[in-house]
């Protein structure tokens, strides 16, 4: 296992709704990037944080939201929940030095489904 | 870094022979290419990697193989085992995040 946890493991909200999913990230670790992963699909990028700060964006709408905390941890806000917006919300932690690309070790998911 | 193109889309193999799985991608300027396995249900588990100053890199019975020329790369496995099942994804870097195959879906017949 990674080190990387994520809570809650799975969520059911409605329409119109809102969710904060959380990530621990692995020990030693100051980056935190979130991914949704559709059914049979790839992971698609969200954004990254870096140092407490949004360190690039993907193509999600503003209502995805998130962010970091001096320990590292993060947490990704969504909005006005949409059917679409059901997926596997995973999280991956590295250690970003000197701007080369490191290992990303994913968290196990947070399945959401929005009714 | 966006179009990173995966084949095939699933791949049935016999137990005991290989399996070659293989991604081409846009950007020539990506330095760093890894390939994840996610069991159904379970988080992507890295498997391998690779960075652009090799050609290719190996580990036990997995190996990945860069051409930056042609800009692809491929996963190869050896005398593959039913615990191999699973699906596997390439991944090319981007500025600050991963840009992801659409998977291969292998499933190993005892």
């Known amino acids: 296992e990674t080190g990387v946890t994520q809570s809650p493991t799975h969520l059911i909200k409605t329409r119109g709704q809102q969710v904060t999913l959380r990530c621990s990230s692995q020990?030693?670790?100051?980056?935190v990037s979130w991914y949704q992963q559709a059914l049979g699909q790839g992971p698609q990028f969200i954004f990254q944080?870096?140092?407490?700060?949004?360190?690039g964006r993907g193509n999600f709408p503003p209502r995805f939201s998130g962010l970091q905390f001096p320990n590292y941890s993060s947490e990704l806000n969504v909005n006005a929940l949409e059917l679409d917006d059901s997926a596997l919300y995973l999280c991956?932690?590295?250690?970003?030095?000197?701007?080369?690309?490191?290992?990303?070790?994913f968290g196990p998911g947070t399945r959401l489904l929005v009714l | 870094g966006e179009n990173v193109e995966q084949h095939p889309s699933t791949l049935s193999v016999q137990e005991g022979d290989s399996a070659v799985i293989k991604c081409t991608y846009s950007?020539?300027?990506?330095?760093?290419f890894p390939w994840y396995k996610q069991e159904l249900g379970k988080r992507p588990q890295l498997i391998i990697d690779?960075?652009?100053?090799?050609g290719e890199k190996k580990d036990q019975r997995i190996a990945v193989t860069l051409n930056k020329t042609a800009k692809h790369f491929s996963l190869h496995i050896t005398e593959t085992q039913p615990e191999d099942s699973a699906v596997y994804f390439c991944?090319?870097?981007?500025?600050?995040?991963?840009?992801f195959g659409t998977g291969t879906r292998l499933t190993v017949i005892p």
């Open positions: 991956a932690s590295s250690l970003a030095a000197g701007g080369l690309q490191e290992t990303q070790y």
């Open positions: 020990s030693g670790h100051n980056t």
């Open positions: 944080y870096y140092r407490e700060e949004e360190n």
């Open positions: 950007d020539s300027a990506s330095n760093y």
């Open positions: 690779i960075r652009s100053n090799v």
């Open positions: 991944a090319e870097e981007g500025a600050n995040n991963l840009f």
